[in-house]
């Protein structure tokens, strides 16, 4: 267990923003778990857990506090195929695409459109991580995590978990920060998934003329859709989607959507890239923040200062989106820090 100090939010989150955290611990085993809680009991610290951190944006103040970053490793096969179904394990802080490649390269389908979704295993439920078509709660099975109440790890079971759209027990309500999770469990599939796929990678395969929809061809066909608009967090800094998609709930409020010439999909989404395209920001940048030219959601930090910076941006977005439209924008990504 290495146990550092003073380290700034920016170097360990792909938005790279942020003031020092106090304490920063790399967790290698379950056995880290128990005593990182411990270290900072007695400090009396908070503690956050983090994976890549590509979903978290760090405030200008730091966290005084300890951050515990994940690097706990290893899968396998948690039971024997049946009837073409099969448990596969990862611990969670295995990527969550070295996982999908795994689980493909053996042959099942089931998370393969999640390939290439930047960070680990352990965030994957947090916000129920999703991607054309699929997310984690379609396949997940249950979750061992370090409840920090009961002082014990424990199993979780998929319905307990309260899964839904970037939801979860995980980042939402009461149970915030309860849990440190340490492994999860999903029930993959022999056999080919049938089309239509999600828009972008059914157009993908049609001009690649691509019929054969293998756990692999799908994976590589995902990866190659995914490069050719989203930044590699290596690289650019991000967090990804930056905004969630609105999504109507009477059909009341999916008329008036339509009327208005505004796309609804499955049955009450508005894209909010298509938002923010046709508000007229995409390409455009505000406070060293650049909304992408290839996908609109997504917020790049091509030269922001500080949180304050990103936080006049996301303001700014939010108010042109609101005037021509009428809808709020919410954000995706946590944020981290005072
Ligand atoms: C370029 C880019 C593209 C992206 N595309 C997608 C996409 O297609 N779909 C999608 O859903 N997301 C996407 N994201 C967001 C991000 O990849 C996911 O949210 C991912 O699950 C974050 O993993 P992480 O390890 O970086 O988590 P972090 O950002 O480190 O943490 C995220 C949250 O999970 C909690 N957490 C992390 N690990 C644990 C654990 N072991 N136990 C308990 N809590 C934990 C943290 O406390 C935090 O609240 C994208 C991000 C980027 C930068």
């Avoid at 960070?119 to 370090?146: E, K």
């Avoid at 759209?165 to 309860?178: L, T």
């Avoid at 019929?211 to 989203?230: C, D």
């Avoid at 999504?247 to 938002?275: F, M, N, Q």
């Amino acid at each position: 267990m290495k146990i550092e100090e003073n380290i700034p939010i920016a170097k360990i989150t792909t938005m790279r923003l942020g003031g020092n955290a106090r304490y920063v611990i790399t967790i290698e085993n379950e056995e880290d778990v128990a005593e990182a809680y411990n270290f900072a009991e007695e400090k009396k610290l908070p503690v956050y857990v983090l994976g890549c951190g590509s979903n978290i944006i760090g405030r200008d103040g730091g966290f005084d506090g300890v951050i515990l970053i994940n690097k706990i490793k290893g899968m396998g096969e948690h039971t024997k195929e049946d009837e073409g179904a099969i448990q596969l394990y990862a611990y969670s802080g295995e990527l969550l695409d070295d996982f999908v490649c795994y689980s493909t390269k053996l042959g099942y389908s089931g998370i393969e459109a999640l390939s290439a979704v930047p960070g680990t295993v352990g965030a994957a439920p947090v916000q129920n991580v999703g991607a054309y078509g699929q997310d984690i709660s379609q396949t997940l099975v249950s979750v061992r995590a370090y409840d920090t109440k009961k002082k014990e790890f424990v199993e979780l079971e998929k319905d307990e978990l309260d899964l839904s759209y970037r939801h979860s027990i995980f980042n939402s309500g009461k149970e915030i920060g309860r849990y440190f999770i340490t492994r999860i469990i999903v029930e993959v599939k022999r056999g080919e998934l049938q089309p239509p796929f999600y828009n972008s990678l059914q157009k993908y395969l049609d001009e690649h003329d691509i019929h054969e929809y293998s756990p692999e061809t799908i994976r590589k066909a995902v990866r190659a859709v995914r490069e050719a608009k989203l930044p590699d967090p290596e690289e650019i800094a991000s967090s990804g989607s930056f905004f969630k998609n609105v999504y109507l709930k009477t059909d009341k409020e999916i008329k008036a959507a339509e009327a208005a010439g505004i796309p609804v999909w499955d049955g009450g989404k508005i894209p909010s890239g298509w938002l923010i395209e046709n508000a007229g920001l995409k390409g455009q940048v505000f406070h060293g923040m650049r909304v992408s030219d290839k996908a609109s959601l997504v917020l790049i930090n091509e030269s922001a200062r500080n949180y304050a910076d990103l936080d006049a941006a996301r303001n700014e977005i939010i108010e042109r989106v609101r005037e021509k439209f009428g809808y709020t924008l919410e954000q995706e990504p946590m944020e981290l820090g005072k």
